[in-house]
């Protein structure tokens, strides 16, 4: 076992809670529990953002599918990074302007239904709750892979961390501790993979052997984590299966991994185009939708600083993408042993030892990048929980503005509890297919509410529900189809996994259908609550 590890992480979680007890000072009132008392500067939110959107899909997740996958993957991080310049372009400053807390407080404002309040205190849990599920299931699969630990705990851990942390600081202290955190992040995959490329070039190995497919670099023993068919053997689960240096990686029946010259082409085995547009739908309208990503927005003190923050996000998580995709390609060099057990989220863990040894500078660089995993669950899963529990404190405990901290820390309880148990359950899922799936429901229920709710003086509140009952419902259908139900083939199988490229479209028409049905319930007052959405501050009286 790597010596370094569980010093790297008592450090990371140690400086955690030391950030969370410091601004802990910061933190007196409920609105320095919800929007920081909406004073972070630009700069300051511009790396918070940045720390809590990437996360485990993000930090494991991206270089796992292109190790898998290949090239038809790009996708992801394409569109992760992409779907702030919707958010700049449309949704920023009109919604910091609008003086929300919550994304419910934003329907309250707009059209002011309590119908539509509630729905949207539903789906920003769901969303929420669905998000954070993957980010304790990396924090399980990296004390499982390279701690030796078990998958239960490291989710336990992470998840009570992360609970007292936005307990007792709320958004003011989780500011401090995100911005470290991504810097943190940035830092433990920058370094190692300086040197992984340097031990790339001096072993002059391609980027991918074409046929049969990859090979191992070295002697290698795999043991198998479940039944499977390797070549058109069966072996069962526990066998350990031996290779020398050079031999082909095998293909093995449970594992969909993507072989040979597909995995540098697009358009390979699995893909098909409906899959690659729904995905890029999903990631680029869905970061606009995903509820801690908007509740930053409502630090801002004001329009032009929520421009500037944007901006500014888009250059540090564009930066921050570039890294797991080279994780991904050289772990295809280093790493093929994970093409057959599936558990290629594990890469960017476990490469820094596969090419660089197992001495002192592999195993240093191994506990850098466990550190900035660790980093990576707990920015986002606090900046989600403190969406929730934010949700939940002004909706479901009904404390409102004026409610208590202890509310707050109540309702922060009462977020964690339901994504940590779920966690336990789900632990065989790739972290960015569940990503994928919260991404698909926020873009099929939150982006039409926004983008139509800002740009629409004759959206109703009617057309809003009807909108979000027929997008969202039918991806978070999707959603439970496919985590919960039986394997499906086809083109079935791609509308149910992938579902944005229907259910986006279908949201947009049924709101705007159901609005002009509805025209007599456009609100009096709409023309006052357009102004104020986007009129600069400086203009107003």
Same mark, same amino acid.
């Given at each position: 076992m790597n010596p370094y590890l569980v010093p790297s992480l008592i450090v990371v979680i140690l400086v955690t809670v030391g950030i969370g007890v410091y601004g802990l000072r910061f933190a007196r009132t409920t609105s320095d529990f919800l929007v920081a008392s909406r004073s972070v500067s630009p700069s300051w939110n511009a790396a918070a953002i940045s720390g809590e959107y990437l996360s485990a899909a993000s930090f494991l997740g991206v270089a796992g599918l292109i190790l898998r996958y290949g090239v038809d993957v790009l996708w992801y991080p394409v569109g992760f990074a992409a779907?702030?310049? @919707?958010?700049? #372009?449309?949704? /920023?400053?009109?919604?910091?302007?609008?003086? /929300?807390?919550?994304?419910?407080?934003?329907?309250?404002?707009?059209?002011?239904?309590?119908?539509?309040?509630?729905?949207?205190?539903?789906?920003?849990?769901?969303?929420?709750?669905?998000?954070?599920?993957?980010? #304790?299931?990396?924090?399980?699969?990296?004390?499982?892979? !390279?701690?030796?630990?078990?998958?239960?705990?490291?989710?336990?851990?992470?998840?009570?961390?992360?609970?007292?942390?936005?307990?007792?600081?709320? =958004?003011?202290?989780?500011?401090?501790?995100?911005?470290?955190?991504?810097?943190?992040?940035?830092?433990?995959?920058?370094?190692?993979?300086?040197?992984?490329?340097?031990?790339? &070039?001096?072993?002059?190995?391609?980027?991918?052997?074409?046929?049969?497919?990859?090979?191992?670099?070295?002697?290698?023993?795999?043991?198998?984590? &479940?039944?499977?068919?390797?070549?058109?053997?069966?072996?069962?689960?526990?066998?350990?299966?031996?290779?020398?240096?050079? @031999?082909?990686?095998?293909? !093995?029946?449970?594992?969909?991994?993507?072989?040979?010259?597909?995995?540098?082409?697009?358009?390979?085995?699995?893909?098909?185009?409906?899959?690659? *547009?729904?995905?890029?739908?999903?990631?680029? $309208?869905?970061? =606009?939708?995903?509820?801690?990503?908007?509740?930053?927005?409502?630090?801002?003190?004001?329009? @032009?600083? /929520?421009?500037?923050?944007?901006?500014?996000?888009?250059?540090?998580?564009?930066?921050?993408?570039?890294?797991?995709?080279? *994780?991904?390609?050289?772990?295809?060099? *280093?790493?093929?042993?994970? $093409? =057959?057990?599936?558990?290629?989220?594990?890469?960017? #863990?476990?490469?820094?030892?596969?090419?660089?040894?197992?001495?002192?500078?592999?195993?240093?660089?191994?506990? $850098?990048?466990?550190?900035?995993?660790? /980093?990576?669950?707990?920015?986002?899963?606090?900046?989600?929980?403190?969406?929730?529990?934010?949700?939940?404190?002004?909706?479901?405990l009904r404390a409102g503005r004026s409610g208590s901290v202890r509310d707050f820390r109540l309702a922060t309880v009462l977020a964690a509890s339901v994504p940590i148990l779920l966690s336990l359950y789900v632990s065989n899922m790739d972290v960015s297919r569940v990503v994928g799936l919260a991404f698909a429901v926020a873009a099929s229920s939150f982006c039409p509410l926004l983008v139509l709710g800002i740009w629409w003086r004759r959206l109703t509140d009617v057309g809003a529900v009807a909108g979000i009952l027929a997008g969202g419902g039918a991806s978070m259908a999707a959603v439970l189809i496919t985590v919960l139900g039986p394997p499906l083939d086809g083109w079935v199988a791609d509308a149910v996994g992938q579902p944005a490229a229907w259910t986006v479209p279908l949201a947009f028409l049924v709101m705007i259908v159901g609005s002009l049905l509805t025209s007599r319930r456009v609100p009096p007052d709409v023309g006052a609550t357009m102004l104020r959405l986007h009129a600069p501050e400086s203009l107003r009286v």
């Open positions: 779907g702030y310049l @919707a958010l700049l #372009l449309f949704v /920023a400053a009109p919604l910091r302007r609008s003086g /929300a807390f919550t994304l419910p407080d934003f329907c309250q404002v707009r059209l002011g239904s309590p119908l539509l309040r509630t729905l949207a205190s539903v789906f920003v849990v769901f969303i929420g709750c669905l998000y954070l599920v993957p980010q #304790l299931q990396g924090a399980g699969l990296t004390f499982t892979t !390279v701690a030796g630990g078990s998958y239960a705990w490291g989710a336990l851990l992470v998840g009570v961390v992360v609970t007292a942390n936005v307990a007792l600081g709320g =958004m003011r202290a989780i500011t401090f501790v995100q911005a470290f955190q991504y810097w943190l992040k940035l830092t433990a995959l920058a370094v190692p993979v300086i040197f992984l490329a340097l031990q790339w &070039q001096s072993d002059g190995r391609p980027p991918v052997t074409p046929e049969p497919g990859a090979t191992f670099p070295a002697a290698t023993t795999v043991v198998l984590e &479940q039944d499977a068919v390797v070549d058109g053997v069966p072996f069962e689960k526990g066998q350990q299966l031996s290779y020398d240096e050079g @031999a082909p990686v095998p293909r !093995v029946s449970t594992v969909d991994a993507t072989f040979g010259p597909d995995w540098l082409l697009p358009g390979g085995d699995d893909g098909t185009l409906f899959t690659t *547009y729904s995905l890029i739908l999903a990631t680029f $309208l869905g970061t =606009m939708g995903l509820p801690h990503v908007l509740v930053r927005f409502y630090t801002n003190p004001d329009g @032009a600083s /929520a421009r500037r923050t944007t901006l500014v996000v888009l250059g540090l998580v564009g930066a921050f993408y570039l890294l797991p995709t080279l *994780y991904g390609v050289l772990g295809r060099i *280093y790493t093929p042993q994970l $093409l =057959m057990t599936g558990r290629t989220d594990a890469v960017v #863990l476990l490469l820094p030892e596969a090419a660089l040894g197992g001495g002192h500078l592999g195993r240093l660089l191994g506990a $850098l990048v466990t550190a900035g995993a660790l /980093a990576a669950f707990l920015s986002t899963s606090s900046g989600l929980l403190t969406s929730v529990a934010g949700v939940v404190f002004t909706d479901v």
